[in-house]
Antibody
Framework: QVQLVESGGGVVQPGGSLRLSCAAS????????MHWVRQAPGKGLEWVAF????????YYTDSVEGRFTISRDTSKSTLYLQMNSLRAEDTAVYYC?????????????WGQGTLVTVSS | EIVLTQSPGTLSLSPGERATLSCRAS???????LAWYQQKPGQAPRLLIY???SRATGIPDRFSGSGSGTDFTLTISRLEPEDFAVYYC?????????FGQGTRLEIK
């Protein structure tokens, strides 16, 4: 069965950096695009970033463009999100999510999430 | 950016009743690229519907989606106790991908 397990969340000061990881299993990681989606405490869902199955294209929401970098390591079946210049408004639970095969911007499996808190 | 507005904000119903949740887009959603997700407290969202009306793998047939253009509906034909949760719509036809603010379905 598909499993996505995020890690790397924690408390960081404004302006700091954090790297999130998402270990994937139960499917052919190298064949699927992957996403990060976040949810601020008590709020709705916000798509953050997408990386194609082969890493050739990456897309970001405007608010994180230039600060966050999505990447993947096929040999480790792991997705990453490098977050720099963090702001208070980046505080959220960050979920990794797998793309459906054809509908690449539909999220058919999700991890349990990892909480990032940006606070001084 | 396409803004999705879900209504009602909260829906109070009893098990066995029919639930109708609405998602209205600020502009037409390309090719009915609209999905619905269910989220229970402390859990990740779960995909229910994509392409406006296609059920995801393992989703019971009491869940159905309909609509096109700017108006979409998620219908739960007979509510089970486990269906009480928050529901989000999402459009993926235009960049950026956007979600609605959610409808909370609570037990009456």
């Amino acid at each position: 069965q598909v499993q996505l397990v995020e890690s790397g969340g924690g408390v960081v000061q404004p302006g700091g950096s954090l790297r999130l990881s998402c270990a994937a299993s139960g499917f052919t990681f190298s064949s699927h695009g992957m996403h990060w989606v976040r949810q601020a405490p008590g709020k709705g869902l916000e798509w953050v970033a997408f990386i194609r199955y082969d890493g050739s294209n990456k897309y970001y929401t405007d608010s994180v463009e230039g600060r966050f970098t999505i990447s993947r390591d096929t040999s480790k079946s792991t997705l990453y999100l490098q977050m720099n210049s963090l702001r208070a408004e980046d505080t959220a639970v960050y979920y990794c999510a797998k793309s459906k095969t054809v509908e690449k911007f539909v999220f058919d499996y999700w991890g349990q999430g990892t909480l990032v808190t940006v606070s001084s | 950016e396409i803004v999705l507005t879900q209504s009602p904000g909260t829906l109070s119903l009893s098990p066995g009743e029919r639930a109708t949740l609405s998602c209205r887009a600020s502009q037409s959603v390309n090719s009915s690229y609209l999905a619905w997700y269910q989220q229970k407290p402390g859990q990740a969202p779960r995909l229910l519907i994509y392409g406006a009306s296609s059920r995801a793998t393992g989703i019971p047939d009491r869940f159905s989606g309909s609509g096109s253009g700017t108006d979409f509906t998620l219908t739960i034909s007979r509510l089970e106790p486990e269906d009480f949760a928050v529901y989000y719509c999402q459009q993926y036809g235009s960049s950026p991908i956007t979600f609605g603010q959610g409808t909370r379905l609570e037990i009456k």
